[in-house]
């Protein structure tokens, strides 16, 4: 009554060698071809990056009598410093060419934290020369920190320009 | 335009019949095949993570010490652990394409849909982090670029990439991260598999032998062949060089340097969003009715609740109030309207005296009773001596266009609907001859209706034909749509054979 099944014929068996070798053949070479590079071989990459909490956007102020008498006793602080931190602000040129402005806002609900940036640029292998720039304080025009630095990169080579926290100073690295 | 791709597909799938056979052809394996490449993922990786030493210093040397033996056992199952993860995306990617073009999104499949397409996300993110463990030029790629990716979304308040600023950026606690990632989204992955399978009964997580064998063979002698071995060591100093790259698992990186971040986000938001939401968009053709239980004529025996391949029917106390007695109950979210409770019913036999068979479990579109109807008046109706019934599925090769003088087709919603016990009493009625169709092995719309047919026919599963039934009159043919022509070959040969057994019975009579 059943169909008999039928046993796989040489054709079969060649077909279904083909066809897992075919399924080998596609893991094999996607799995590793064609290769892939980031960056070309005469370039190298320049990072800018930081995390950090710039100066309180104002001053500090004296509080009023009339201020101090609707705090609890525990809290009449002689002065009031705003939580909001100043946005930080950032420029980059490259061989006295402008390269990158960034202006970045401090995070939190409050604006009380740390700004933060990250920006990666390739440039050619070879001797550069780096200018940063950067602000951390509202209250005042200008740039609070500047580095200027001439640098040999090779090529594939990284250099991260970052702020240092403890120094209070741009690093090139 | 899925129309066309689904007969395409479906050639693809006859010729890959011609090499397989129908039951363990890939393309109809490919979830069964998927959990395979997933237990290949879970023994080569219990064995790595062994020999991992999962520290930024020494994670590169414990993989490297695989790569100087690739065909030793850690070597190839190094090898095994990425050509699998490779297969995995890639069945998993024809899983879904094949599921898309049957059409297999909505209605009763709506669950198993929607809880398929998270495993998507998971088995992409499991398998890019598994490259970071390398700490090799290749995972200091994927790490940064994952990294500066995800950086794009408005989450974070540091830039995730300044872990990797250098190499006193990376510590071990990152290190446990990645190994967290690498172990835990997998079983993530495994536990969303739990559930996209809950809603199908007798689910099978494993292929045919032949088909497991013949895969896993596959992939050792592509890891022997072209064993995988590691870029030199992560050198956060310097940008990777040219890369050995697995585009089936990392695409995402270089589409994101040829694009943007925000683009490739905006596609897989998109792709995930139209996925999602593909289920529910109106169907346009009207639901058919589910299946209906009469508690008058279920004696509580449980075989429709064995053969329904969706677990759609759920034993409960019968109405009748006897102690111990059960009736069926249809669940109407998992019903999927096949019929194949119906095959199962020992009430539907056609022999049973009543003038209108009414039968325990029933569908209110195609009852049983018409269909006993429907074959008396066509033998009735019929003017040739060997008249021929056909029972064949709407999902399979189309049995109306066998119609003949001395045909009587019937096509039911699956195979699996007709109790074989209409073969004999089709037989019995004056048929010389009864064929029995539906879609080829494996390819059954319904998943089991087939496999269920086939083993009733052949007296292995209950109801069963009675041994007593002549078996040269009785054919089955397991042909899909637009497989017609085998049909009618297997009909032609019947009819030849119905004919010379009424001249050998015709001097007899005589």
Known sequence: MDERKASLTPAAWIGQALLYGLFALVIGVFSGWPPYRQLASDQALVKLSFSHTGKPVSDCRPQTPEELARLPPNMRAPLRCPRERSPIV??????????????????????????????????????????????????????????????????????VIDFDTATQKITLQ | MRESALAAWRRLEHGFDAAFGSAPNPLRQLGTLGFLMLWLLV???????????????????????????????GGLLRS???????????????????????????????????????????????????????????????AIASAEWLDWLPFFATPLSRNFLDAAAVNDRLFSLFVFIHL?????????????????????????????????????????????????????????????????????????????????????????????????????????????????????????????????????????????RQMAQVNADLCASCGICVGACPSSTPFRSAAELVTGIDMPSAPIGALRRGLQQALAASTSEQPIVVFGCDRGARVASLAAPDVAPFSLMCTGMLPPSFVEYALRDGAAAVLVSGCREGGCEYRLGQRWTAARLSGSREPHLRASVPRERVATVWADAGDEAALRRTLERMRSAAHAAALVEQPAHG
């Not at chain 1, 061989?95 to 409050?110: E, I, K």
């Not at chain 1, 940063?132 to 025009?141: E, F, G, I, S, T």
């Not at chain 2, 499991?126 to 390398?134: D, E, M, R, T, V």
């Not at chain 2, 683009?263 to 593909?278: H, K, N, R, Y």
């Open chain 1, 90 to 159: 950032v420029e980059l040129d490259v061989d006295g060419a402008p390269a990158l402005r960034h202006v970045a806002r401090p995070s939190g609900l409050s604006k009380d934290g740390a700004s933060s940036v990250y920006h990666r640029m390739a440039v050619g292998a070879g001797v550069h020369r780096v200018t940063v720039r950067l602000r951390d304080d509202a209250r005042h025009a200008g740039f609070d920190h500047v580095r200027d630095e001439t640098v040999r990169l090779a090529p594939a080579q990284i250099l």
């Open chain 2, 43 to 73: 023994v080569s990786g219990i064995y790595l993570y062994v020999v991992l030493d999962t520290s930024v210093e020494a994670s590169w040397h414990s993989i490297e010490q695989l790569s100087r033996s690739p065909w030793s056992l």
């Open chain 2, 80 to 142: 095994l652990h990425r050509y699998a993860a490779d297969a995995f995306v890639l069945l998993m990617l024809a899983h879904l394409l094949r599921e898309w073009l049957f059409g297999h999104w909505g209605g009763f499949r709506r669950f198993s849909w929607l809880t398929g397409v998270p495993l998507l996300l998971f088995a992409f993110v499991s398998a890019i982090g598994g490259f970071w463990l390398h700490w090799d030029q290749l995972g200091q790629f994927s």
């Open chain 2, 184 to 324: 835990g989204v997998p079983l993530l992955l495994v536990f969303g598999l739990w559930f996209h399978i809950q809603r199908i009964s007798r689910a099978a997580v494993f292929p045919p032998r032949a088909l497991a064998a013949g895969s896993v063979a596959t992939l050792l002698a592509l890891a022997v062949v072209q064993p995988v071995t590691s870029h030199a060591a992560a050198d956060l100093s310097a940008v990777p060089g040219t890369l050995r790259f697995d585009w089936l698992l990392l695409f995402v990186h270089p589409l994101v340097a040829a694009t943007s971040a925000g683009f490739v986000w905006a596609w897989l938001g998109a792709t995930l969003a139209l996925l999602f939401a593909l289920p529910f968009v109106p169907q346009r053709a009207a639901p058919v009715p589910i299946a209906v239980v009469d508690p008058a004529n279920c004696n509580g025996c449980r075989r429709c609740f064995d053969d329904c391949p969706y677990a759609a029917v759920t034993m409960v106390a019968h109405p009748n109030q006897r102690v111990g």
